[in-house]
């Protein structure tokens, strides 16, 4: 069996200028090419393209994740294959890899088998320099404000009260609690600090719900570093950040096209985590791709418990972008795992711990039809050792929903293996069934606003958090941003902050731990469980499996 890295090295790809002209209309000159493969779309031409009708836009999520497996990425390439192949104009929307977990526990994030963006080596590694282009404007921000502390403090800030940390897209547990400024007067003043991984960075957020040039600047601006000693906030703009760190993201910031393996095109473009940040591509490019398909596939990081929830009520609020179906991803070996199975046994049936794992698969459908308003079909993304009686159990499950099941087989046969999902999902929309709603409203505190994700999608009894957390919670409301959606930070691994839990366990409390205002992605961060802003490397990390062969091939990337 060929490894994903193969099957792409093996792919014939198209150069990305001509694709771009005849597939996307998009000119010419338009166009910034990074090599024959990868290219940039200029800002101002998207900025023509408003004034046309948006097109159909498809959320792909997933249920729980878990170590079998469950493909959303790859479906969301599979499904816009098929929807291409059975004569629809699609395009997909993707997030950019983390460095993070391509050398960690995760492997890559460009699709898998037969359905996959190319080239699959750079999407996963530097790609464009939109990452490092973020990592760098975060990282300003952060010495311009040690700086202005050295150089007299004019703005009397309190180095008690720092809350802006410095980021590497890279998993390093060492560096989550530092102390910087060591070594005496010439660097500065000695201060505990940290670094959070690239994805959990609020420049990462606001890179990818600003709609223009000049939003983001203003966002940037708006970023709040800490609070002087009376407690009044310090935003970047008051130490004249926010223009340099512009100028740094003012590449990063257009929209990166490439190419399935079946040369339909896609954009690839931010990538926050959706357990620690909002999960989302970029508004720009999501909003650029309804403008130039008839049909929109993106996805929402992780389960749609995380992901889907915060595309709902952080970007599709703050965006005004309304999601026609949602496309739910499960395969029969998770389902199992979630029912108790062990891993070792997952190859066989079991319909025992299938029927019992139903249950995370059933709340995350619930969720999205009765949560978000969202009509949904279950795409069961096929493995080999799949029976029909496993299928059927599902379908029977399913039934009692109204939710229509479709066995894809995308990861083998690439847009053909989907092509019967594209068509059901094509006839959801068509029905226009959708009621598409938020979790909560604007207007609701922020302490029931987690309480409202918490006990409606989370399946939670209830919230608590120490008396310290609680009052900076009432703080944060009385200075007015209690009309900031909230960003839930907790494993993905579970609908309760507890990873070990499987299946949908109910009843359970949501602790929040931290909590971190975002001013100028406007959401209120809360941290949960023992959830990490900076991951750890596994005990045997995927980098130990990547090399380059002597004529310069890369292998074991995924």
Sequence with gaps: MLSDIAIAQRATLKRITPLAVERLGIPEEHLEPFGHYKAKIALEYLETLQGRPDGKLILVTAISPTPAGEGKTTTTVGLGDALNRIGKRALICLREPSLGPVFGMKGGAAGGGHAQVVPMEDINLHFTG???????????????????????????????????????????????????????????????????????????????????????????????????????????????????????????????????????????????????????????????????????????????????????????????????????????????????????????????????????????VRNVREAYGLPCVVAINHFTHDTDAEAALIREKMRAQSTPVVVARHWAEGGKGAEDLAREVVGVIDQGRNNFHFVYEDDLPLWDKVKAVATRVYGAADITADAKVRAQIVKLQEEGYGRYPVCIAKTQYSFSTDPSLRGAPSGHTLNIREVRLSAGAEFVVMVCGDIMTMPGLPKMPAATKIDLTPDGKVVGLF
Excluded at 142 to 169: F, M, P, S
Excluded at 207 to 229: H, M, P, Q, W
Excluded at 332 to 353: C, M
């Design 130 to 364: 939109d990452f490092n282009a973020i990592q760098l404007a975060n990282n300003l921000l952060a010495a311009l404000l040690d700086n202005h502390i050295h150089h007299g403090n004019e703005l009397g800030i309190d180095v008690r009260r720092i809350t802006w940390k410095r980021v590497l897209d890279m998993n390093d547990r060492a560096l989550r609690d530092i102390v910087v400024s060591l070594g005496g007067p010439a660097n500065g003043f000695p201060r505990e600090d940290g670094f959070d991984i690239v994805v959990a960075s609020e420049v990462m957020a606001i890179f990818c719900l600003a709609t223009s040039l000049g939003d983001l600047k203003e966002r940037l601006g708006n970023i709040v570093v800490g609070y002087t000693r009376e407690q009044k906030p310090v935003r970047a703009r008051d130490l004249e950040a926010h223009g340099a760190m512009t100028v740094l993201l003012r590449d990063a910031i257009k929209p990166n096209l490439v190419q399935t393996l079946e040369n339909n095109p896609a954009f690839i473009h931010g990538g926050p985590f959706a357990n620690i940040a909002h999960g989302c591509n970029s508004v720009i490019a999501t909003r650029s791709a309804l403008k130039l398909a008839d049909y929109v596939v993106t996805e929402a990081g992780f389960g749609a418990d995380l992901g889907a929830e915060k595309f709902v009520d952080i970007k599709c609020r703050k965006s005004g972008l309304k999601p026609d179906a949602a496309v739910i991803v499960a395969t029969v070996r998770a389902l199992k795992y979630h029912g108790g199975a062990d891993l070792k046994t997952l190859n066989h049936e079991n319909l025992a711990a299938l029927e019992k794992g139903m249950a995370n698969l059933e709340r995350h």
